[in-house]
């Protein structure tokens, strides 16, 4: 089933989309699966949870961190993610500047967007977006490629194309500034019921858990 579904979304993606398989409460055999279906990114929302399965599933594949990243776990964190989709405050951009800089790398994020303005959700409010932008550029360990948002819970997909729509006008106002260290090559939204609407509001990566794997198991 993984395999049929991966094949499925992979063919249905235009070209230049990159999927990230999420794979929260997923045993590490079923990323095996999907990866030898053809994925090659691999969305992670818990360090523990990334280092088990990284164990299993190798340097293969790209681990980007999709959750909410804890300051106390950034250096365990900053060892095996190749990219952190959830940068949202300048505290959280140093602790990961100065974590890689221990171990000599360059980490690339996104910066995560609370496009629906929600009040106890992660992400920074899209009128703040350019200051912290501003802020992070200046970090010698950090290197900023686009922007990540989850947007609002919505029964009904379709309202979630102005929340897409806000978060592209964003991504292609920051590219257009041009800003030193600030690349602005994904907009990574849409999710498994979701998706297919992010991608008509220009996402170039989609993150998608149930539709690969099926329902998540209560825990
Ligand atoms: C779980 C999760 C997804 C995938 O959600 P599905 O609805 O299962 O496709 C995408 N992004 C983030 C940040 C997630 O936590």
Not at 79 to 91: E, H, K, N
Not at 118 to 125: A, F, I
Not at 136 to 150: R, S, Y
Not at 155 to 184: K, S
Request: proline share 5%; aromatic share 6%.
């Amino acid at each position: 089933m993984i395999r049929k579904n991966v094949c499925e979304i992979l063919a249905s993606l235009p070209p230049g989309v990159e999927l990230v398989a999420a794979v929260k409460q997923r045993y590490p055999g079923e990323i095996i699966e999907a990866v030898r279906a053809g994925v090659s990114i691999i969305g992670e929302n818990y360090v523990q949870e990334a280092e088990e399965a990284c164990a299993a599933v190798g340097n293969g594949v790209r681990w980007h961190f999709i959750g909410r990243l804890q300051s106390n776990k950034v250096g365990r964190a900053v060892r095996i993610f190749d990219m952190i989709q959830t940068v949202d405050s300048l505290s959280l951009a140093a602790e990961i500047d100065e974590k890689c800089r221990q171990i000599g790398k360059v980490m690339p994020v996104l910066i995560e967007v609370n496009s629906g303005r929600e009040k106890r959700k992660s992400g920074v409010l899209p009128e703040s977006l350019e200051h912290l932008i501003e802020g992070i550029c200046d970090l010698h360990n950090i290197n900023i490629q686009g922007i990540m948002t989850i947007g609002p819970l919505l029964e009904n997909p379709d309202r979630l194309r102005p929340f897409f729509a806000d978060t592209r006008r964003l991504f292609e106002q920051i590219r257009d500034m041009r800003l030193p260290g600030v690349e602005m090559r994904y907009l990574s939204m849409g999710m498994t019921d979701s998706y297919k609407i992010a991608l008509e509001e220009g996402a170039n990566m989609v993150r998608i858990g149930t539709r690969i794997f099926g329902e998540r198991p209560e825990k």
